[in-house]
């Protein structure tokens, strides 16, 4: 079953709009934690945020901003007035306590086409 | 948070060869993994590369195919072997530093003809 649902495959929005990008995810374990990670055309990997399943705040760094609901086992992330730059494809990743928290499993990714 | 370089960035390869990837980290980790990405897919863990002992595979990764060395905490090697087109993917090692937060190397991009 897969554990972590990214529902849209690729999304486009023009300059300054603002654009949600979905994630679901599902665990039998208490504790966990959720990630999201931007993978720019070059093809790395950026780590954008960690979320402990016993945080539930949400979080606001400059543009970005995330909402974690445990009553949805949902992990959205938005990004506000978006910018050429932040054309990517996004992954949201779980990692689980019988894991150890070291085996990351991560959802198909949404990629984000933002035009000017 | 860790930086961590892969060798090499990008190779082509004929089938039926190896190639070895290289992954330095620039502290000491305890946890060192390596990850596929096939063309326009989502990674997927081949394993776990222990240092000291064998490394640890995923379901429908086997040794053979794909040995791991981690002779130290800042350093692993992944060979792919024996290679055919369907290994074309990007290849990264990641590394966790704490508090769980995994870290990824730029990725190495293996196209085999």
């Known amino acids: 079953a897969q554990k972590v649902t990214q529902a849209q495959t690729e999304i486009s929005v023009v300059e300054k709009e603002d654009v949600t990008l979905d994630c679901v995810y599902e665990t039998r374990d208490t504790t966990y934690y959720l990630f999201w990670y931007k993978q720019p055309p070059s093809g790395e990997l950026v780590f954008l945020i960690r979320?402990?399943?016993?945080?539930?705040q949400n979080e606001i760094s400059g543009r970005y901003s995330w909402n974690f609901q445990k009553s949805t086992s949902s992990f959205n992330f938005t990004i506000t007035a978006s910018q050429v730059v932040d054309s990517a494809v996004y992954f949201c990743?779980?990692?689980?306590?019988?894991?150890?928290?070291?085996?990351?499993?991560f959802g198909k990714g949404t990629m984000l086409l933002v035009s000017p | 948070s860790a930086v961590i370089s892969q060798k090499p960035s990008r190779d082509i390869c004929q089938r039926g060869t190896s190639l070895t990837i290289q992954c330095q980290v620039d502290s000491q980790v305890t946890m060192m993994f390596w990850y596929r990405q096939q063309p326009g897919q989502s990674l997927t863990l081949i394993a776990t590369?222990?240092?000291?002992?064998?490394?640890?595979?995923e379901s429908g990764f086997v040794i053979d195919k794909f040995p791991i060395s981690r002779p130290n905490l800042t350093f692993s090697t992944l060979t792919v072997s024996n290679m055919s087109p369907e290994d074309s993917s990007i290849y990264l090692c990641s590394a966790i530093q704490s508090p769980y937060e995994q870290y990824f190397g730029p990725g190495t991009r293996l196209t085999v003809t």
């Open positions: 979320r402990n399943s016993f945080d539930e």
């Open positions: 990743a779980l990692s689980e306590a019988q894991s150890g928290y070291s085996t990351l499993t």
């Open positions: 590369a222990n240092q000291g002992s064998e490394a640890t595979y």
